[in-house]
């Protein structure tokens, strides 16, 4: 079925250094993908998103790309900050009829470090 | 995107007791859904909350320990029923919107729910 597999954290950085949490996907047919971030003590906000193969989804510096080839959509970020201390989720849409759902992956949690 | 309101914020209930969660949306939507995020895990999936008729539950949810009402479409509700400690967990309203010839899907801030 479908499904999402994150790369397992926690993951702790320095502020300023480049962050890559890897995210590959199983589907059938070309399902829409997303980041997600939960700040602590918040809920969940929509990050950034890519609908077709190629796109490059970006928001807040973080961008991320829809790799058909090697289905994979990993969020990057060239200089974190300490405020992007969070979980971020990695979902698929899957689209079945009427039925509409995403699958999350088990999410990655950042920490950024001063 | 879209406001999304959940009443109560939190709460702590004695087991075998049910808790009724609202969420409020600021406009009409099509698709509501309710999830579970247990401590330190990813979301998932309860049920789709249906306009004028009954949830769509994913497996391992049944209707008679997740009762969910949705009268109209800006408003539902999620009973969580006979409740156990396994039941202590984060639930959350989620929405879906069209946006720009895709979808887009929006969460609401949460029922921290603790089951002594």
């Known amino acids: 079925g479908d499904s999402v597999t994150q790369m397992e954290g926690p993951v702790t950085l320095s502020e300023e250094a480049f962050l890559t949490i890897n995210c590959t996907y199983t589907?059938?047919?070309?399902?829409?993908l997303f980041w997600y971030v939960q700040y602590p003590g918040e809920g969940l906000q929509l990050l950034l998103k890519?609908?077709?193969?190629?796109d490059k989804g970006s928001n807040k510096g973080f961008e991320a790309t829809y790799r058909k080839e090697t289905t994979s959509f990993h969020l990057e970020k060239g200089s974190v900050q300490v405020s992007d201390s969070a979980v971020y989720f990695c979902a698929l849409e899957v689209v079945r009829g009427s039925n509409y759902k995403l699958t999350f992956g088990k999410g990655t949690l950042l920490t950024v470090n001063p | 995107s879209a406001v999304i309101s959940q009443k109560p914020s939190r709460d702590i209930c004695q087991r075998g007791t049910s808790l009724t969660i609202q969420c409020q949306v600021d406009s009409q939507v099509t698709m509501m859904f309710w999830y579970r995020q247990q401590p330190g895990q990813s979301l998932t999936l309860i049920a789709t909350?249906?306009?004028?008729?009954?949830?769509?539950?994913e497996s391992g949810f049944v209707i008679d320990k997740f009762p969910i009402s949705r009268p109209n479409l800006t408003f539902s509700t999620l009973t969580v029923s006979n409740m156990s400690p396994e039941d202590s967990s984060i639930y959350l309203c989620s929405v879906l919107r069209l946006a720009y010839n895709s979808y887009e899907q929006y969460f609401g801030p949460g029922t921290r729910l603790t089951v002594t």
């Open positions: 890519a609908t077709k193969a190629d």
């Open positions: 589907a059938t047919g070309y399902p829409s």
């Open positions: 909350a249906n306009q004028g008729s009954e949830a769509t539950y």
